[in-house]
Structures are given as C-alpha cells and as structure tokens.
C-alpha cells in the first residue's frame, strides 16, 4: 500500500497526538476519519475541519472503509479495541498506533489480529505538558523524532508505509528500533526523565522555592506536570526497563557524590566535560 | 546612596553576566565602566558601546572613580581581587556581586574589608548555557529572580540600594535570603539540577541516543553543556548543601522504585499528582 490521498485514514482516541495526526493528514489532502470517546470531541473536530466524519462509538462502517488506522489510545484500552472490534477491519488495512511503550502492545496485538490485517507499530517521539485535542497542533511534530519498531512478523511494505506516514506528518528523523530497543531506550530518555522531574518536585518543600528559581529548574521540571492516569500505565508496562535505567542513572550519581564528598575537582570537571562534549549531539535539528 | 544616573558603575569580570550588566545599565543611561582579564573583551565592549571606558587591568583609576562595583568573577578570584586591590577602593562605595554560592563569599569578604565600604551580596539568578561577553543579553534578567543575601553587617540603605539595582537590571522578582537560606536553596534548584543533568549525559552509552530523543530529554539536559571551571568551583564551594539536596532527591526516588517495583500503581499516581500541582506555582512570571 501507498500513503497517497485516495488512502481513507482513521485516527481512534482523538486526543493531543490523535488530534494532532488529524489537523496534519487533513492539511496534506487526506480523508480523515475518527473515532473516539466524547461527541464533544467529534464535535469539535468537525468544526475545526480537523476530519471529514467521526463517530464517539466504534462505528462499523467508518472502521470498514479505513485503508490506514492510527490508534492513540492508552495502552489497555489499545488492547481491548482490538479484540473487541476488529471484526470490522478492512481486508487488507494497516493498522499503527503512537503507544509510548511496545514490548507489551507488539507482540499481543500481532499474535490476536487478523492474518488479512497488518499491525506495524510506531512512536512519534512529540508530545506536550497540556493534554486533549484543543491543545494538539501539527507543529510539536517538526525537528522531532519517529520511530517505528518492526517485528519479524511486519512485511517491508508495511514498515515503508509507516515511515512514509512519519515523513508526512513533518518529523524531522524517521529510524527503526526492534520493540525490545525502543523500551530499553524510552526508559531512559522519557520515563526516567519524567521519574525525576516528579521526584524534583516532590522532595523538597520549602515554601515559595518558585520565588528563587531559574531556568535551568523550570527546563527540568517542565514535564513534572503529567498526566498520571497515562503515565503511571506507561511506566508500569515497561517497568524491568525502566528499573534497569534507575539503577544506572543512580549509580552515575552515586559517582558524581564521591567525587564531590572527597573534593576531587578534576574528577567533577572530567565528568563535566563528558556531559558537554555528548550534550553537543542532541541539539534539536529543526527543518 | 540612591541608584541616580549620576552614580558610577564599575563591572568587573565582563563575562556572560557582567556584559548582560553593562549592557543594561549602559541602555538605561548609566555611566558604566569594566574591568576584565583580555584586551580584546575590553575592545569589543567599547565597539558594542556596552560601556564607556574599561581596562584589562586593575587600574586604580577607574576602581577609584567607581560608586558601585559589581564583582562577577568566580568565587576564589572575587575573594583574591578583594584582598590586593581594595585599597583603591573610593571611600563611601558600595560592592556587590552576582556569586552563586554565598556562605564561602559573605563572611570572608565582609570580614576583610575596609570599614569605610560596604559589600552587599546578591545572585541574579540568570543565564544561559554559552559563556562570553558576546553573549551577554540584558533579555536574561526578564522574567527572572535576583536574590540579595544580607548579612547582620549590611545597612538597610545597601540592602535597598542592590534590590534597587535587581529592578533596573530588569529583574521580575527580587527577594532576599540569608547566605545560608541562599546556599540550601541553590543547591537544590540550581547544583542538584545541573548534577542531574551531567549524569543523564554521562550513565547511557547507547550510540546514536540523539535519533531516538523527545523534547522532555533535551530539556532535562540543556544544561548539561556547563562551564566545568566555574561548576565545579560552585559545587566544592557548597559541598555540604549540595550533598544534603542529593540525599533528599536520592530518597525520593527510591520512594518511586519502590511503588514501581511493586506495582503500586495508585502510590504512582499520587507523587505524580502532587508534582503537577506543586509544578505549577513554578511558571515564568513575564513582564
């Protein structure tokens, strides 16, 4: 299959990301359906011209003339629509999703679905400290990073429909990762930053610290603002990954406070230099 | 003395944030000299008209002519420059800094200066992660708090006199701390979040890390390119606060292994919900 605009897209959980995928896909010329929970949600985006139809149930018909189905839904809930309506699938449709996790979405998913439909996972590597689909907005997606995470069960076409979807959208790098990678790494750079944003923000509680705070606090606590009933599901279904990045991320501490507690300046600086030298390679690649 | 236009303002050390001094102080029609290490940095403030004279020595003269100095040197060099070149100082002139530890600093320069001076410390709590006078940008101080840190020995007129200095600079909120208020709460929001930072960078070797990064890592890690001169001096300077904030965020984090390691899922989702609410007392109050 081809991503071009004669491809009917239906986007379910019309959320930040959901909504986000919508206003883009529409913008580029393509038919974009949607299902989700609230009516006011699909009301809001027939207003906004962010689709063309939508449904708040899981409409046969709308999930019958879907060539491309993008699910952004919480993990479970990703689960049970899966089993409970796939019956409705188009022979021969894609399915991906924006799951923040995969080892456990993967597997599951492709061992329950149907032979005549392809799932081939992704994760748009965007994301914002405000959540639902009034807030989503195309441009979190540009200088950002899309990684879809193949198995050996996906077929080339499906993983290049995929990437073709990622470059549509405006990402600025689209890679590959085996899901067992991409959890392993998204529990260090997103889950293990979210754990110590949270903790930074519940550790100390001297009154009116917002009074003698700078930037380099506020940069670091920015996503300590979480939604929790998401979060605490992410974090729990990646939980052997996200322990093992703990653990490393405590030891490099435990390193910096012996340097410091035996006064080795040196040791500091060299640490220090470390960290500026790395840092040089994640500036964010805009367009 | 009152912060009149008629007053002399000497910056020594034109640095990142001495130049972001002058050029403020210069813009709202101040008198403003500089002195600093190279030729060439005297050289290029000249030709930004960033001050109206400057010398790459002590020059008594100009310490001579000078109502307000202010040191942004680091913290040892502050400490030297005080005990060999005070003698020049004019009678009646009132010192300050913009140091970012304080309890290494008040006492000692206090306690060795000529009576007829006063020094009255104080910590713009501004920034950037590039260092140099071309750098400097008065743009830093907006929105951003300034803290003075009187001792028993300060005058109520000097206090007023830097608070007054903090409002021309542009600052959003002035406040005042003890040096010691000072040094536990910079070791928390500033030392243990560029201790954070430096260990994200350093604990993980995955290559190509940068392909797979969102925006929340690279905000946990814009900080990480840091001046390993200056940090390592500021944190061997507080040593005994920052170890006690690493202790406490050390703690905390174990509290969220342990409910992780558990499964405790509603324990998850109770420091998640304190630490969105607490994260937003800390928003940018913008002019």
Known sequence: MKLDTTKKILIVGLGL????????????????????????T?????????????????????IAEADLIVFALY???????????????????????VTGVKG???????????SDVEFIASHPMAGREVSGVENSDPAIFRGANYVVTPSEKNTQDAIELCCDLGRVLGFARISTLSPEEHDEIIGFVSQLTHCIAVCLMTCEHHERLQDYTGDSFRDL????????????ELFLRN???LLHQMS???????????????????????????????RALF????D
Chains 1, 2 share one sequence.
């Open 17 to 40: 990301i959901g909504g986000s995928y919508a206003r883009a896909l529409t913008d580029k010329g393509y038919y974009v359906t949607a299902i989700t929970g609230r009516q006011s």
């Open 42 to 62: 699909i009301d809001y985006a027939l207003s906004a011209s962010m689709i063309a139809k939508g449904a708040a149930n899981p409409d046969p018909a709308l």
């Open 75 to 97: 993990p479970g809930v990703f689960l049970d629509w899966i089993r409970d309506y796939q019956q409705h699938f188009k022979p021969g449709a894609v399915i991906t999703d």
């Open 104 to 114: 456990c979405i993967v597997e599951p998913i492709q061992s329950m679905l149907r």
């Open 221 to 232: 606590t920015r996503i300590a603002r979480l939604n929790d009933e998401m979060w605490s």
């Open 239 to 241: 939980k052997d990954a």
């Open 248 to 278: 490393l991320f405590e030891e490099e501490l435990a390193r910096l406070r012996e340097r410091l507690e035996k006064g080795d300046r040196e040791g500091l600086r060299e640490m220090m230099r470390a960290s500026t030298a790395r």
């Open 283 to 286: 500036d964010k690649k805009t």
